[in-house]
């Protein structure tokens, strides 16, 4: 009986700081990205030598010739990894923060690059989309975002100016006119083979209105700055990466890339 009593005061222990421990995280991610909002990004506005626009002109990018060039080769690859659509993850089953804008398998995500770091396993399936991607300076992060037909996703700002989002139309739906993003007071359609330059901490949503999914190859890269603003980027990234709001994503992506990498290999074993 005294095991017993023991047992259940341990589980209400372990319970009670389990939850505590998830409390202190989401206060220390919203007070973070509220530092973040209010004063880093102040600061990088000014540092910015590309200006600070929701959306910029993509021909002052010279890597967008690189991208839109070898659109069609990065769009074969995709064809191969949309047969196995089903195994890849929602965004919110990767970064859970992501919970209140991605809803069921509505909003995939096949990473290639996170921060910095290559997935490697999705790397060796898209060995052109990885060589084209080495060629990016700056670049943080890579992946395959998929939206299911119909979806919307609400209203959001990004945590931080201190990179880029690139958007390279890869599957767009037929009705094009009716899958639209909108960026501050900026909206636009995507084209097959044409990127989007967007400066993600302004208010965004999208809309999916067609009856097909609209895939783009998604990236985030350093936002050229002056040599202060520099320094604060690397400053804030790093310490980005050493948040729970990255490692908890990473912790989720590395369970994934085992389960697909087994899927992978046991699928490549059958004959025929």
């Not at 910095?116 to 060629?135: V, Y």
């Not at 990234?237 to 697909?260: G, I």
């Amino acid at each position: 009986m005294a095991n017993h009593n023991t047992e259940q005061h341990e589980n209400l222990n372990n319970t009670w700081l389990s939850r505590m421990t998830q409390m202190r995280r989401r206060w220390v991610k919203k007070i973070g990205k509220s530092i973040i909002r209010s004063i880093a990004n102040d600061f990088m506005a000014n540092q910015s030598l590309v200006g600070d626009v929701p959306v910029f002109d993509a021909n002052q990018f010279d890597w967008v010739t690189t991208l839109e060039d070898n659109w069609q080769a990065i769009r074969l690859e995709l064809d191969e990894v949309l047969l196995d659509k089903e195994l890849i993850p929602a965004f919110h089953e990767i970064s859970p923060d992501q919970a209140r804008i991605s809803k069921g398998k509505n909003w995939q995500t096949f990473p290639i690059w996170v921060f910095r770091e290559k997935c490697q396993i999705n790397c060796q399936r898209c060995p052109k989309t990885d060589a084209i991607l080495d060629t990016i300076p700056g670049l943080q992060n890579a992946w395959f975002s998929i939206l299911a037909p119909g979806y919307h996703i609400p209203a959001h700002k990004g945590v931080t100016k201190a990179v880029l989002r690139v958007q390279l139309g890869l599957k767009i739906p037929k009705d094009f006119k009716n899958c639209t993003m909108r960026v501050a007071d900026v909206n636009f359609n995507w084209q097959e083979g044409r990127c989007v330059v967007l400066d993600d901490s302004f208010e965004h949503e999208v809309h999916n209105n067609t009856d097909e999914e609209r895939v783009i190859l998604f990236l985030d890269v350093d936002r050229p700055m002056k040599i202060a603003g520099r320094i604060a980027n690397r400053l804030l990234l790093f310490l980005l990466q050493k948040s729970a709001y990255v490692v908890d994503a990473k912790k989720n992506l590395k369970t994934w890339e085992q389960h697909y990498q087994n899927y992978l290999a046991q699928n490549q074993s059958k004959p025929g």
